[in-house]
């Protein structure tokens, strides 16, 4: 049994909602299938998701949302009417969306919830219906009814244990189930999303619960590619990748699949493949425990510019026993999650997400540092890129970082930082964010041409 989730862009049209439809009959053993909201037909396009945030946003502060209430439904209405589901359909999701509006209780981050989860809800239902109108057994399954518990974090929950056991009984259910991704329910009973572009992680959640086979994600690209294909036209194509090198990759910004949506599926070793629903014959990319055909150190190599670093210096830091342990408490207390801390004798780097660090909070911390740590030099580098260069291979590759750092030399970029652990899967380097582009087709050209 395979569990086959589809995104966005795979449902974005009724032509789409077709294909979706044609794959899902072309195997018997796509038995369940995890639906998001529709998503871009064009580049310019808005995504149901973010019409619905920005209906959810406009009621918050004005008390109605007529105009973007009306955008969502038209999405689906447009659907509905080309793939010439019953009338009354339609009319369910309009209404569906606005009873919603009827829900908010003052608590804006619950009602932002429940707004986006309509998304992928009602996308459910209409493929449901689509293919019984085909004469096909299919059923829509909500994720109350199936017992998909999140913990009550809005808009970025996570699965609670005993989800797995309810989950099971989803195989009972004669014919297809459709099930809509990104959001379960809290134990209080309300409505509670994922992190953006979560519909993955429902997939790999049902996949783990019912132990499938496989667990297939479409999306809109043939397979997942060595490098990001907006700068690197045509970049290798990566046939199978392990769930670590994933994980390093999605980290490091290649965002084909969600961050957190391997977890349950590592678990249980069960592969995930990533394939094209407008191009479903092509083999796409298969995550799995392990690879047998490594035949090129380095699998991929990620980038993103999210990042900063503070820089901390104070002489003798390394005899001071707990100082490591002051400063991230200081970080804690300002709610500042680290990703990681390189270090020097008498210096430690702390890189995190930029986006936390607000000015005020900055200030904060820098005074704390000062007059609590009596550190003596502080700076703060903003728009740092992390660059990661990933491969299983490069464990018993001696040169590896010799190769890329002569690939930094060669369009001459200073490397900020170097990272890399003992498990040696993947090398990062911090460089300026600007210049990073010109570093990854460096590096890219080093390892893959
Ligand atoms: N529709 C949601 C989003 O745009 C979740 C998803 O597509 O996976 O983030």
Redesign the pocket.
Known sequence: MKVAKF??TSLASAEQVRKVCNIILSDPERKVIVV??P?KRYKEDI????LLIACAESYIKNGKATKEYEAVVERYSEIGRELGVPEEIINNIAKDIYDRFSLYTGNNEKFIDLM?AA??DNCAKLVASYLQSQGVKATYVNPKDAGLILSSEFGNAQVLPESYENLKSLKDIPGIVIFP??FGYSKEGDVV????????I?GSILAAALDAELYENFTDVDCIYSVNPSIIPNPCPIEEITYREMRELSYGGFNVF?EEALIPVYKKGIPVRVKNTNNPNAPGTTILHTRTNITRPVVGIAYDTRFCCINISKYLMNREIGFGRKVLEILEKEGISYDHSPSGIDSISIVLNQSQLTSEKEKRIVDAFRNKLHVEEITIMRNLALIMVVGEGMSQTVGIAARAARAFAKVGVNIEMINQGLTEISIMFGVKAEESIKAVKSLYSEFFE
């Open positions: 995104g966005g998001s909201a998503g995504k149901v998701t973010d986006k998304g992928e991704g990104f999303t994922f992190s953006r572009g979560g519909s993955d429902t969600h």
